[in-house]
């Protein structure tokens, strides 16, 4: 059973314009919950997090909001850039555990 | 900055053949990780150790061992290479409570 799900597995953008990534999660034990990029043929590079007792995170052109009763967060880009094409992953992980749960991967495509 | 290293970028393997996949990290990390990643699977945990000589067993270790002698050093064994295990192998570490850092990926391909 998933407990980490990225269920659009591509998402295309023009350059300037926001990028939205969307991940939910099942285990309401989970508490703290990362965005991971990875580009091909290199390993996944930590982009930004949140932990539970926030809903909203800043990190430059980098965005992730948490919303803790519908189990779902979001990665916001803006404005999108032709570097960003990635996969990017979402993961989550619960206090006690070091093991990171990772959802499936999303193909995001800024074109220029 | 903290480095994962793995022994190699890209290896071609004969079924039947073992596989040795070797990960070092520099900064002293108590969790080290080895992961898969297929195209629509994600990433998924095939072991991770949190201490020297201690294993535990991720969703989908069937068809690999590994081996922690050494705190810096984790190692993967494929005792019998099959097609099935091409895949690319990720290694990671991470400090308590911290994020996780991974090496720049070993693409198998088993024939």
Known sequence: DQQVKQNSPSLSVQEGRIS????DYTNSMFDYFLWYKKYPAEGPTFLISISSIKDKNEDGRFTVF???SAKHLSLHIV???PGDSAVYFCAACQ???????FGKGMKLTVNP | DVKVTQSSRYLV???GEKVFLECVQDMDHENMFWYRQDPGLGLRLIYFSYDVKMKEKGDIPEGYSVSR??????SQILESASTNQTSMYLCASK???EKLFFGSGTQLSVL
């Open chain 1, 95 to 101: 206090g006690g555990s070091e093991k990171l749960v």
């Open chain 1, 79 to 81: 404005p999108s850039q």
């Open chain 1, 20 to 23: 939205i990534l969307n991940c």
């Open chain 2, 95 to 97: 400090a308590q409570n």
């Open chain 1, 66 to 68: 948490l919303n803790k």
């Open chain 2, 69 to 74: 002698e050494k705190k810096e050093r984790f």
């Open chain 2, 13 to 15: 393997k004969r079924t």
